[in-house]
């Protein structure tokens, strides 16, 4: 079996985002970008099944700008056999959505002849959690979402679900589109020697128009705002001040 | 200490392996695959993409880049704010007075100078660097330098996942010794292995000890009607006064980008000084405050920076290796710069190492290097202004602002310093003085708008440590912080850590030390200013600390 991983380029999580003065989306000039958390627990779960002898083989696959490449030799270091790179837009700030990059996967996977599609359930970056959802469909396949456990025997996958308030655990048949919970694994270091094998993997490059899928966004944003910033506290002498105070705002 | 000597690693052997893709590190690498496209050159690089440790003023001197990509500008290097308005101002608590630009000395003029994030230059040295065939591996700490006898033959990089007591966690992974016919550590100021090796093979012996400061630096987005692209600012005198050497820079930019930095020489003596607060207290300054106003501040970070100059210059090579940059001190303290140094001394270690590979020769001291820094470009800027710093140190600022100014003027117009050599005293650490002898200061508290408080700073360098690791912040004493630093220097640490690191927490019956890893910015002030010498900075997994955007 072969599984398919696709793995965003996002605002590294240890970034704090900041709007464009324009208020047009944020400004991704001079930031560090780095693989989707979520991803790479994809990724690291493929790479486990197939150390499993569960599948043959794992591809990666990003969707986006050229400098993806980059998050797609990581994932090759983690130990993916062979990467796809997509290139959908020239520049950072341009978006690709969801229903587009689920389209584009569509057609990967029925190109690779993929047996599972393995996706994070969200980007950290936009936050719109569908793609899975909508890959399964265009698919025509079963879905398992929030995945914090896999196991995969006899054509299907037995899923646990992160829910609301405990887990739940489902059977489908595959093949299947999952998407990674933050509790299914840790993810591996790319090593150094890993590293320097990377270098050396196929990375086969592509466009939207291969796959005949327009990714201009249909989606219009009107406007990015900063959260408020929160208001200097103020440093009180005593309870009865304080008390004062509670009074004086009326919730005492 | 890092690590599992015993742990059976993968090796590799190269040509040349350099430690850190910072200005001296990729300017050697270039000039090696310039030189000779067949060497095998490797560059490690301990934060997590290339610029993101690379903390500069910066107004770069071109000098280094002229000589090592002649056609940088047709590169797209990003090099490209001029300087065209060069101003210093002697600060008091409410006004200034400007320093008319003709009584500067001339070396200290700004003229063709670029302003520049040293970050973004480092990372498109790194793409010139890779489209020569260089390796470089970002997020790849070179933790422990392999000896082979008294030579030095590589370095461990890549070690990850050890647990918090130092054993191999799940994901770990024992890293590689990189083995090169030479070594070049070029690891910036204070560089981890660069002080082992220093001390090891007593590189320092028969030079002045050497001397720091702290840098801090803030990139602020302005208002567009107060920016004026391509100034330069430096100010002296307040908030530090008496209390200590140093000063600030505002360079602006691009893109509405202001760079507010401030500099704190390590050799003061009153230990309840507060750096950190030093530099938020400036920014009130009413002619700082105007500026900033209506702006907000879009990164912060720190790092430490070498003063020492001429005098405090250890030898440059050793069996195995050389010293690039800011591991050796290539700082010029009154121009306030060294990345040109930097990459000069990139050049010379690799034009040097070239020659002695092609003729056969490995591993052993490469003299020519030494020499060439001293006796070449680098060597003419430092010695011109080697009385600067000792003036400034033991006389004080307005001293060394006449007699450091007369003795640089001379020497710009005859090349001789009528002051001789004078040396640096103590290092910054024994300059520390006994908590009693001197008057606590007290500091305002942020306003949130054009000062923060020192946590909050630190979110905005976006640095980050896996927290199951080992502490990278190594006591060689754990008692000391408590027993000797809190009695006697106020435990200073508290304060002349730029990141909040260090913290006296007084939770129990007694007083506790806590370190808080996790915040660190690589900036190296503990293993420096600490009077007891009792911190030894090491480096942490590969990847952590700070992810400097264009600083």
Known sequence: ?252 | MSGHPEIERESMDYDVVIVGAGPSGLSAAIRLKQIDPDLSVVVLEKGSEVGAHILSGAVLDPAGLDRLIPDWRDRGAPVTTEVVDDNFFMLGAAGQVRIPNALMPPLMNNHGNFIVSMGNVCRWLATQAEELGVEIFPGMAASRVVWEGGRVKGVVAGEMGLASDGTPGPNYEPGMELHGKYVFIAEGARGSLAKKIIAALKLAQGHDPQKFGLGMKEIWEVRPEKFRKGRVVHTMGWPLGRNAGGGSFIYHFENNQVLVGFVVHLNYANPHLYPYMEFQRFKHHPMVAELLEGGRRVSYGARAITEGGWQALPDLAFQGGVLLGCSGGMVNVPRIKGNHNAMMSGIEAAEAAAAAIASGREGDRLAEYDAAVRGGAIGADLRAVRNVKPVWSRLGLVASLMLGGIDMWVANLTGWNPLGTWHHGKSDAAATGKAADFAPIDYPRPDGRLSFDRLTSVAFSFTNHEESQPCHLRLKDPAVPIAVNLPQFSEPAQRYCPAGVYEVVNDGPTPRFQINFQNCVHCKTCDIKDPSQNIDWTTPQGGDGPNYPNM
């Open chain 1, 1 to 252: 079996m072969k599984i398919l991983v696709p793995v965003k380029r996002v605002i590294d999580y240890n970034v704090k985002p900041r709007v464009k003065p324009d208020g047009s989306g944020v400004d991704l000039a001079d930031v560090k970008m780095s693989m989707n958390p979520f991803d790479e627990i994809a990724v690291e779960e493929a790479i486990r099944l197939k150390e499993q002898g569960v599948a043959e083989e794992v591809i990666v696959v990003s969707i986006g700008v050229r400098q993806a490449q980059e998050t797609l030799r990581t994932a090759l270091a983690m130990g993916a056999d062979r990467a796809i790179l997509v290139v959908a837009a020239d520049d950072v700030h341009q978006t690709t959505e969801p229903l587009a990059i689920a389209k584009i996967l569509a057609a990967v996977a029925a190109e690779q002849g993929a047996g599972l599609v393995i996706a994070g359930k969200q980007a950290i970056d936009s936050d719109m959690g569908a793609t899975g959802q909508m890959l399964a469909a265009l698919l025509g396949w079963g879905q398992a979402t929030f995945a914090s456990k896999i196991a995969i025997a006899g054509g299907r996958a037995t899923v646990t679900r992160e829910v609301d308030g405990g887990l739940q655990t489902i059977d489908v048949a595959l093949p299947a589109v999952i998407t990674t919970d933050l509790r299914l694994n840790e993810p591996r270091y790319a090593s150094l020697p890993n590293i320097m094998k990377a270098k050396k993997k196929p990375l086969e490059e592509k466009t939207a128009a291969d796959y005949g899928v327009d990714p201009a966004p249909r989606l219009e944003i009107l406007a990015t705002r900063e959260p408020q910033g929160r208001a200097a506290g103020v440093r009180l002498a005593s309870v009865d001040e304080l008390v004062g105070k509670l009074k004086e705002i009326g919730v005492v």
